[in-house]
């Protein structure tokens, strides 16, 4: 058997190929759908769910290069021609379905890399290449775009390769022609081909499917933003108004750190810097649980055995502000789910006129607000929980208060 095309047979580099892709893809799409539905509510399940999606992952990408390779491949070499040219629907339907699948086994494999290369943790790929690719930041909103994008380009693979099989499988059974046994070992006879059409219409409508195909992950990606359960936060007294700031919390997951954020608090501010010792203040935060943000493992966070954000959607700190030894620091309690317990947060504070600077560094237990209390092996999730708070305020005057 040849290795390279002829203009009526496949050679044996492009069978390969062939039949290479056609296993990591029959292996792919169930693997992925398995690794999501399996539950992850304890260390056991966690590990193995994270294990199938490093799997699904790494084979993933294998099948992106090997997508790239072959097309490299068939650039270089002459393409058989169809065996049923003179029937111009058929023809067309091979062409546009040959064409939406060259363009899925590059999209879908990319598109998940990307969506992975954004996230934050959970499941490393197992190629040495890291967990990064260039120019693709850490981004919820790159994230969520490309993970739609990877779910509608599937489906569009699925779809093809449905009627790539069905057509082989006509060619075989119905017009007993040559069509599937010259992409078989060995050398298929081929009569004479019918004058063949090198039409761009089937090229030019897989283009237009995958522009709607890219459209529609746009719009998945905003309804996944829009599904978020928003808390209505009453608006607070203050006497400082936040102006900005970050709640970030940093989880160790799989031994890979995983930063989120919180999108919608609010705090209520008393503080008088001019009281030379003891309590100055007062401050009551409120957090909307529903609006963190935590990469890839964000639905899970919000889990009932997590912060069981349908039953507990706000999580709320109250405290005294005193002078320490080394600045200020507030002591009250926090309470998330229904623990609450105390606690002391040192911080830092620079204040300038009527604005003032702060930023507290902290470490909470998990286990301490029975968060993810099934999962007791910190090799699958670390207990200590980093806590970042920066703000920037400006007293009250008349007019804001």
Not at 52 to 58: G, P, Q, R
Not at 66 to 94: C, H, M, T, Y
């Amino acid at each position: 058997m040849a290795f390279s095309n002829t203009t009526t047979r496949y050679g044996g580099v492009t069978k390969s190929f062939h039949w290479l892709t056609a296993l990591l893809i029959l292996t792919l799409i169930p693997l992925g759908w398995w690794a999501h539905q399996l539950p992850y509510e304890t260390d056991a399940e966690l590990a193995h769910k994270a294990w199938m999606f490093s799997l699904h992952k790494t084979l993933g990408v294998t099948a992106f290069f090997v997508a790239v390779l072959r097309i490299l491949w068939a650039i270089s070499q002459p393409k058989p021609g169809l065996l049923n040219a003179d029937k111009k629907a058929e023809s067309f339907a091979a062409e546009l379905v040959h064409w939406l699948l060259y363009g899925s086994l590059v999209i879908v494999p990319l598109s998940g890399w990307i969506s992975h290369a954004a996230a934050e943790g959970f499941a490393p790929i197992w190629w040495p290449l890291g967990q990064g690719l260039p120019l693709v930041a850490k981004s919820t909103g790159v994230e969520h775009f490309f993970s739609a994008l990877h779910w509608v380009s599937g489906r569009v693979l699925i779809v093809s390769l449905l009627l790539h099989v069905a057509g082989a499988l006509k060619h075989h059974v119905i017009d007993r022609d040559a069509t599937l046994r010259r992409m078989l070992p060995g050398e298929a006879l081929v009569g004479p081909l019918p004058p063949q059409e090198h039409r761009k219409t089937p090229a030019i409508t897989a283009a237009v499917i995958w522009v709607l195909a890219i459209l529609m992950g746009g719009v998945l990606a905003n309804n996944k933003q829009s599904d978020v359960a928003e808390v209505a936060l009453e608006q607070v007294a203050s006497d400082w108004v936040v102006q900005n700031g970050d709640i970030t919390i940093t989880v160790q997951q799989f031994g890979s750190e995983v930063t989120g954020s919180f999108a919608d608090w609010t705090s209520a501010i008393r503080f008088d810097e001019t009281i030379p010792g003891g309590d100055v203040g007062s401050v009551t935060t409120t957090i909307a649980i529903p609006s963190l943000t935590l990469g890839s493992v964000t639905d899970q966070a919000m889990g009932a055995d997590f912060f069981d954000a349908a039953n507990f959607a706000t999580a709320v700190f109250e405290a005294q502000i005193r002078h320490a030894v080394d600045g200020y620091e507030a002591a009250g309690t926090l309470r998330i789910k229904d623990n609450e317990l105390p606690l002391i947060m040192p911080f830092n504070l620079g204040i300038e006129g009527d604005t003032a600077s702060m930023r507290a560094d902290i470490t909470l237990d998990r286990r301490d607000f029975g968060i993810g209390a099934n999962v007791g092996d910190e090799t699958s999730l670390a207990f200590a929980v980093k806590v970042t708070i920066q703000l920037t305020a400006t007293r009250a005057t008349a007019e804001t208060e």
